[in-house]
């Protein structure tokens, strides 16, 4: 190849140079999985495991950016708890995007890793890049748990049934119990009681 005409020349005197701008072919594929590992699970089973978990990745990632959007852009009388609440998931569910990724790689696959490509595999809605309101930011974040809770729950299955206790294991003991945890917390702002004045309870009797 032509060298270009700015590049500086190499010096022979210094051979601490780092190599800068280098590329080479992938070392592993997306979608493949080592033939032969120590761990006495078979090469189907942890390539079908690994598909499955790079879906959940992809949406616990994009659940995990959705909590801070949101406790960026959280809006009124609430703002401080929410603010606080929304933080304290997403750290939550960061744990969660590492103890997942980290799955995928120890059964000999390849995680998915940027934005791009967990955008063009999630499952979840993709929201506006401008605010909302709180019921809507709440609604969002309950449907996005909803499609992780509702792949997580036969995956927990299908991984007890090949074998594979480990995976079974952290879907139920992290991801299931984190998400049932988190939507309660959410579920309850979306019940609508009064904040500061009791329903008047004459006017509630006559109604019925
Ligand atoms: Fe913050």
């Not at 120590?38 to 499955?52: G, I, S, Y």
């Not at 790079?54 to 960026?72: E, F, G, I, S, V």
């Not at 917390?185 to 006017?203: C, G």
Request: aromatic share 6%.
């Amino acid at each position: 190849m032509a060298k270009k005409p700015n590049e500086p020349k190499p010096n022979p005197r210094v051979s601490a140079q780092p190599r800068l701008h280098q590329r080479a072919r992938e070392i592993q594929s997306y979608r493949t999985v080592n033939y032969a590992l120590a761990l006495d699970l078979e090469e189907p089973v942890r390539l079908q495991m690994t598909n499955q978990l790079n879906q959940l990745l992809a949406d616990t990632m994009t659940l995990r950016d959705l909590y801070k959007k949101c406790h960026w852009q959280v809006a009124g009388p609430t703002f401080y708890q929410l603010h606080l609440l929304f933080d304290k998931h997403y750290d939550e569910q960061n744990e969660l995007v590492d103890s997942i990724a980290e799955r995928i790689q120890l059964l000999g696959g390849v995680s998915l890793a940027m934005a791009a490509d967990v955008a063009e595999t999630t499952q979840i809605e993709r929201p506006p890049r401008g605010r909302e309101e709180v019921p809507v930011q709440l609604s969002r974040l309950v449907d996005a748990h909803q499609i992780i809770i509702q792949q997580s729950r036969p995956l927990a299955g299908l991984a007890a049934e090949l074998g594979d206790d480990g995976t079974n294991d952290l879907v139920v003991s992290e991801v299931i119990r984190t998400n049932e945890f988190q939507i309660w917390f959410l579920s309850e702002h979306l019940v609508d009681v009064p904040l500061v004045k009791a329903t008047d309870r004459a006017a509630a009797v006559s109604a019925s």
